[in-house]
């Protein structure tokens, strides 16, 4: 494969995250708004674009070839409580409750 078709797939797939995580944001927010602001990390004001958007411009903007979303935490901790390398079963959900737990914390921080 050539390092242009690699770019291409690249770029295409980039294109297809977008749109679904724009179509997935939109509906989260017209769905529970609230809930929609922690599971996307996303601003009030951000927010209301995204909710009015009509289809062609969510079309418009995921065609773009720069990634909308991106991971919201960049530590190793909540790295560590997400994966749970080594741990037993019984602690995942423990670890997973933890990793909401401060990423939560930092959602109230932002905002």
Same mark, same amino acid.
């Given at each position: 494969m050539s390092t242009t078709t690699t770019t291409e797939q690249i770029l295409a797939n980039i294109r297809e995250a977008n =749109? /679904?995580? =724009?179509?997935?944001a939109q509906n989260l927010i017209r769905a529970d708004r609230d809930e929609a602001l922690f599971r996307l990390?996303?601003?009030?004001? !951000?927010? *209301?674009?995204? +909710?009015?958007? /009509?289809? /062609?411009? =969510?079309?418009?903007i995921a065609s773009g070839n720069t990634l909308l979303?991106?991971?919201r935490f960049d530590d190793e901790l909540v790295w560590g409580l997400l994966t749970n390398h080594g741990k037993a +079963? +019984?602690? *995942?959900? !423990? /670890?997973r409750l933890h990793a909401a737990i401060v990423m939560a914390g930092r959602h109230q921080e932002a905002a």
């Open positions: =749109l /679904s995580y =724009l179509m997935l990390g996303i601003s009030e004001e !951000t927010a *209301d674009l995204l +909710a009015v958007l /009509s289809p /062609s411009q =969510l079309m418009k979303c991106r991971f +079963a +019984a602690n *995942d959900a !423990t /670890s």
